[in-house]
């Protein structure tokens, strides 16, 4: 489990994000201590020399030389005329006349534009995956509104065909999200656009993020039943109703590890196997991803948060975000949006094709994302596209859908920009991303080319393999 | 709401790019100005015009003169005598222009029809979730060809004002439902107080709902096949209607029976549009649904239009053998329904070759704004920019008869037409490209901005 991707926490910690976890034995998660952190970092260092890691290997594993790019580095840098070397899942090198590696394939760019994989933090791939019907449709477990508990990793499909099509278009990390019919949806899971099977895919060594929705679609989903959350009033109180539950029991667990630890006539540590993750959301070791579209919903969570003494990492769709900026930079919250989708509902009329630019300049870490299959992922370059035709300056709409997101669900230190020891996640591009219908020409997952040549090694791996044409759009 | 004019003075201005008079409601509200219909000239020059006119190549230092709601001139700003040269370059619209609000481009500006939407829900339904904003469903029916759309539109809309300012100046709207026969549609500017000004025209087809949108909600008919009985008794009931001899004595039970006919006001407004030869648009994605449409087609002799269309392509050669045009409904593709599987990034470009003649739509309730980058799309995947441009201006206009309306609407500028005139400041088919004037039906909106 230790892998390339813990290595780069490790080596690189971000002030931010400082937890590294490893699972216990029961499956459960806890903070490491520093022994088990040092025992990471030094497997990593070897991890680095190293092709093998978490992730099975892969056919290609050579080295690569990307000599005379134009990077888009998403630090907001551009790199004229710069070679990018990619080793063993990392970005080894960034300079100019760099020496290939032993074995590398190099490919000369001729000042093509490389930019970081794109990063999209609001995914609903392989939970509702393609061709869409409701043998598959398992991202919504609408059985009870909070549902914290359940996985999106025990729904996801591996052989979603838009997998595909998704990393063609560039997609290289997505966090799955559970769908927004509940209050408290349940956990996230992160995945590579690259591999077979759901472990393959699992980012390794992942943090832990959750789902909750405000708004209009849980009322709308359980009002309808008659049962709560009928309204707004409902919701607030559901919310409160499970975090008080949460924090009278990480308040017996803390009692117990103070008092009870040593005592072999204790009884049994408290535990709920429904209540484990919003223990851990209010011991700040989850990442809170937020459905909240609405100023005053906006509102109602931040204020529940503050009196559960919670963070929210993100809050999405968040399409009357750009009213309240000031509020969101102050807590730190970042804003997951859509480039121009609206008025579907109430909660999506208000919006602005001017919010990107808006929250941006306002200094709210800003990001875009596709809310697949809403918009396809494999189109959610266009959604920069847009935002930067409306005034989003260009390394900050580029920065929106790799960075930004990186850090809102806690992985800038492994992904979203072009920098050495991070995670091999690298687009080729033919021209500006920024034109109608740009595609990367090729894309590489932790160093491995995934899409090149004419090819998508992805698309082989459907189920219901297509022709080329449908995935990369290389049939020109 | 911002965009409904309310209040309009005049302004006396001679500053370029401030249109005169100037609805002050709107100025202050959203930055814009914009003209009333009042017969005011404008002069619009500095730009490369794109006519779409068939056979009509760019002309470029272009000036075309707007009198209300037609273009009076299209000229040149230094005409040349060449008699073998595009004729309208021979003259400058300058001397008509006395008086005339101009809006000159230095050079720069790109000029293009305005956008016709073909399949958007604007106008019907404001928010998706609120039924209160929907138009709604007329009632369950198999035929209700005699509901027309224009009575369910509703013109004090942010998507229709959304749509303006990106360049859409003219949508057309069928009636909302999953009835095999749904009604008629009604072409509209994306201007005005009530759809009854706006109207091109309100019979602009009869609109056919088949596959799998048919069988959404409370379907009548179930299955496909089933669909397409129902299409072929209708249309039988069709022939019986319109191959009348009034001369013929009929026996009771006949007259009985023709009577009962004549008594579905449904069937009479399907049989009298089909008379008339309104095109039959059918709503379809599949390959297999568009080809079962094209069996009916040749049995019954009909005026054809497939919408939609995701799988066209795969039957692209048949459908220009039976002269069937297509309104693509979705060129930016997601082929993830059992019924869209094969759609193709470049299906535009496949059925074109094959000599079937396209239209492109976004079919967005609230995003028809951005319509221009569906065509972008498509010439980004191989569609000769010129016919990319025509797919959404000028071939909606001639599948679908608005030339012939009251208030016709051709995708096209040419002398005399009618004054639906878009402005941008580069590629209009491009990310990069502003709208910077939008004249819909002769009223003039400069620099619009979206909220």
Redesign the interface.
């Known amino acids: 489990m230790l892998g390339i991707c813990a290595a780069s926490a490790a080596l690189h910690p971000s002030p931010n994000q400082p937890i590294l976890r490893a699972p216990t034995p029961d499956g459960r998660r806890h903070r490491t201590g520093v022994l088990l952190r040092c025992a990471i970092a030094c497997s990593c260092l070897l991890a680095v020399a190293l092709p093998a890691a978490a992730r099975p290997p892969d056919a290609d594993q050579r080295p690569t030389l990307l000599r005379n790019g134009t990077l888009w580095t998403a630090t907001g840098q551009v790199l004229q005329n710069t070679d990018l070397t990619m080793q063993g899942g990392r970005i080894t090198f960034i300079g100019k006349g760099l020496t290939p590696p032993a074995n590398a394939r190099v490919i000369d760019l001729g000042g093509k534009i490389v930019t970081p994989g794109l990063v999209d933090m609001h995914s609903h791939l392989g939970v509702y995956p393609a061709p869409h019907g409701k043998a598959k449709a398992d991202g919504n477990e609408m059985t009870a509104p909070t549902t914290p508990f359940v996985r999106a990793i025990d729904a996801f499909d591996p052989e979603d065909i838009a997998i595909a099509r998704a990393v063609g278009g560039g997609v290289t990390t997505a966090l799955i999200l559970p769908g927004s019919g509940n209050v408290m949806g349940g956990q996230a899971l992160y995945v590579k656009l690259h591999g077979k099977t759901v472990a393959h895919m699992q980012l390794p060594n992942p943090p832990r993020a959750m789902k909750w929705a405000m708004g209009e679609n849980p009322k709308r989903v359980y009002g309808e039943r008659t049962m709560m959350p009928m309204a707004r009033l409902g919701h607030a109180w559901l919310m409160r109703q499970r975090l008080t539950e949460a924090r009278d029991l990480k308040d017996q667990q803390a009692r117990w590890d103070r008092d009870s630890k040593d005592d072999p006539k204790a009884p049994p540590r408290p535990h709920r196997a429904d209540l484990e993750a919003l223990v851990a959301l209010l011991r700040g070791e989850v990442s809170l991803q937020v459905h909240c579209y609405e100023v005053h919903d906006i509102e109602t969570l931040l204020r529940v948060a503050e009196e559960f003494n919670f963070k929210v990492a993100a809050i999405h769709h968040a399409l009357e975000a750009w009213k309240v900026p000031q509020l969101l930079k102050e807590r730190k919250v970042a804003v997951a949006t859509f480039s121009d989708l609206w008025g579907f509902k109430m909660e999506a009329y208000d919006a602005s094709v001017y919010g990107p630019k808006i929250l941006d300049e306002a200094g709210v870490r800003l990001a875009l994302k596709t809310d697949h299959p809403v918009i396809d992922a494999r189109w959610f370059i266009f959604e920069a596209a847009k935002s930067h035709h409306y005034g989003l300056s260009e390394q900050a709409a580029i920065q929106s859908v790799t960075r930004n997101p990186a850090l809102a669900i806690g992985l800038g230190d492994r992904i979203g920009t072009l920098e050495p020891n991070k995670e091999a996640d690298v687009l080729v591009w033919p021209g500006s991303p920024f034109v109608i219908g740009a595609q990367p020409e090729r894309v590489f997952v932790d160093g491995t080319m995934v899409v090149g040549d004419g090819v998508n090694l992805q698309a082989a791996w459907s189920t219901d393999a297509r022709p080329n044409h449908g995935v990369c759009g290389c049939e020109h | 709401m911002p965009g409904r004019t309310t209040e309009c003075v005049a302004v006396s201005t001679k500053a370029v790019y401030i249109a005169a008079p100037v609805c002050l409601a709107l100025a202050l509200s959203a930055g814009t100005a914009r003209a009333q219909s009042a017969p005011t000239l404008t002069l619009i020059k500095g730009v490369t015009l794109h006519s779409v006119v068939a056979d009509e190549k760019p002309l470029a230092d272009a000036e075309i003169l707007i009198q209300g709601d037609k273009i009076l001139c299209i000229g040149v700003a230094n005409p040349t005598p060449a008699k073998d040269g595009d004729p309208r370059s021979r003259k400058s619209c300058a001397p008509n222009a006395a008086g005339a609000t101009v809006h000159d481009y230095l050079g720069k500006g790109v000029v293009v029809p305005g956008f016709i939407e073909s399949l958007s829900r604007m106008g019907q339904v404001?928010?998706?979730?609120?039924d209160n904003t929907h138009d709604g469903v007329a009632r369950r029916s198999l035929n209700l060809a005699h509901v027309k759309a224009i009575d369910g539109i509703v013109t004090l809309s942010?998507?229709i004002d959304a749509a303006r300012k990106g360049g859409v100046t003219v949508s057309v709207a069928r009636p909302v439902g999953n009835a095999t026969v749904v009604g008629q549609s009604v072409a509209f500017r994306t201007t005005g107080q009530l759809v009854g000004e706006a109207a091109v025209r309100d019979d602009v087809a009869i609109h056919l709902t088949l596959g799998d949108d048919a069988k959404n909600g409370e379907p009548l008919v179930g299955a496909r096949s089933g669909q397409i009985a129902v299409l072929r008794e209708l249309l039988s009931y069709v022939v019986r209607l319109n191959s009348l001899d009034p001369k013929k004595k009929l026996s009771p039970p006949e007259a009985e029976s023709l009577q009962r006919l004549r008594d579905d006001a449904a069937l009479v407004a399907l049989a009298a549009q089909v008379k008339a030869g309104r095109p039959l648009v059918a709503h379809v994605q599949r390959a297999d649904d568009i080809a079962a449409l094209l069996r009916v087609q040749a049995e019954f002799k009909l005026r054809l239009v497939i919408a939609g269309g995701a799988e066209a392509h795969v039957v692209a050669q048949d459908l220009a053998a039976a002269k069937v045009p297509v309104i693509l409904g979705q060129v930016?593709?997601?082929?993830?329904?059992?019924s869209n599987?094969r759609?193709?990034?470049?299906a535009a470009t496949i059925l074109t070759k094959a000599g079937v003649k396209v239209a492109i739509a976004t079919g967005d309730?609230?995003?028809a704004r951005?319509i221009r980058?569906d065509a972008?799309?498509a010439?980004?995947?191989?569609l000769d920019p010129a016919l990319a441009l025509a797919a959404v201006t000028r071939h909606v206009a001639e599948i679908l008869d608005l030339a012939q309306g009251p208030r016709p609407a051709t995708g096209t500028v040419a002398e005399g037409g009618p004054a639906d005139v878009l402005v941008f400041d580069g590629d209009p088919?491009?990310?990069?490209a502003r709208v910077r004037l939008v004249v819909c039906g002769g009223q003039v909106e400069v620099d619009p901005r979206?909220?």
């Open positions: 404001e928010i998706d979730m609120e942010r998507s930016r593709t997601r082929p993830y329904d059992p599987r759609a193709r990034d470049d309730t609230h995003n951005h980058w972008g799309f010439a980004a995947n191989g088919l491009g990310m990069a979206q909220r």
